[in-house]
C-alpha cells in the first residue's frame, strides 16, 4: 500500500488549496479513505472521509461547509479542497486508508498565515 499527498503550501487566509492523494498497491474503488491533519504539538485529527463510490461524505465539524473530499476511482486519487483557509487549518495533511491496519503517507504541509 502506498500514499502519496501533493498540494499543500503557503496561502493567505481565506484562500483555497487542493490536496491530492494519489493510491497504489491495492483496490482503491473498494476502500474508503480518510484526510487527517496534525498540527505541530497536537494530536492527529480527522477531517474528513469518504465512502468506495463517493456518495457518502463526512467531515469534522471544524470544516463543514469549507472543505470538499471526494475521488476519482478511475485515477485512484483522493482529494480534498479547501477553501476559506484559516490560520488554525496549518498543519500536516495526510491521507489514509484502512486495510486491516491503518496505512499512511508522507502528507503534505498546509500553512496558513498573512
Known amino acids: 500500500v502506498q500514499l502519496a499527498e501533493s498540494g499543500g503550501g503557503l496561502v493567505q487566509p481565506g484562500g483555497s488549496l487542493r490536496l491530492s492523494c494519489k493510491a497504489s498497491g491495492f483496490t482503491f474503488s473498494t476502500y474508503g479513505m480518510r484526510w487527517y491533519r496534525q498540527a505541530p504539538g497536537k494530536e492527529r485529527e480527522l477531517v474528513a472521509a469518504?465512502?468506495?463510490?463517493?456518495?457518502?461524505?463526512n467531515y469534522a465539524d471544524y470544516v463543514k461547509g469549507r472543505f470538499t473530499i471526494s475521488r476519482d476511482n478511475a485515477k485512484n486519487t483522493v482529494y480534498l479542497q479547501m477553501d476559506r483557509l484559516k490560520p488554525e487549518d496549518t498543519a500536516v495533511y495526510y491521507c489514509s486508508v484502512l486495510i486491516n491496519q491503518h496505512f499512511w503517507g508522507q502528507g503534505t504541509q498546509v500553512t496558513v498565515s498573512s
Open positions: 469518504i465512502s468506495t463510490s463517493g456518495g457518502i461524505r
